[in-house]
């Protein structure tokens, strides 16, 4: 588990082999941080919730990508996706920054643009 504000994110090492297994524990551990965060008088948004199967370029589990396993919470069925954000950052299943180098080089050239405007 990494917490930082309020963003929460839980991790599960497994094989390819074991993913019903973890789909299994996800879904616990996400009751049991409902729970707490219920105590607490929070709340966990199912809706802002990802799910990312993550391996490296070469593993199995990278190509399940959001064809992986979902996860059942509450009365919210969470997808799996093919990327997920993490503190800004983009990151692909198969832990690629292509992605976010994608989005530094389009916010770079969009900020370009505009300087090119009030010159």
């Known amino acids: 588990m990494h917490a930082y504000a309020d963003?929460?994110?839980l991790y599960?090492?497994?094989?390819?082999?074991?993913?019903?297994?973890?789909?299994?524990r996800l879904e616990i551990c996400l009751d049991d941080v409902s729970h707490w965060m219920a105590a607490n008088r929070l709340k966990l948004n199912a809706e802002k919730t990802e799910l990312l199967w993550a391996g490296s370029r070469y593993s199995a589990e990278a190509?399940?990508?959001s064809?992986?396993?979902?996860?059942?919470?509450?009365?919210?069925?969470?997808?799996?996706?093919?990327?997920?954000?993490?503190?800004?950052?983009?990151i692909l299943s198969d832990l690629s920054l292509d992605k976010r180098a994608?989005?530094?080089?389009?916010?770079?050239?969009?900020?370009l643009r505009q300087l090119r405007r009030v010159i």
């Open 7 to 9: 963003d929460i994110q």
């Open 12 to 24: 599960l090492h497994c094989c390819l082999a074991d993913t019903a297994a973890a789909v299994t």
């Open 63 to 65: 190509q399940l990508g």
């Open 67 to 90: 064809s992986g396993l979902s996860v059942q919470f509450g009365t919210a069925v969470i997808s799996a996706n093919d990327h997920a954000r993490v503190l800004g950052v983009t």
């Open 102 to 111: 994608a989005n530094v080089c389009s916010s770079g050239f969009y900020w």
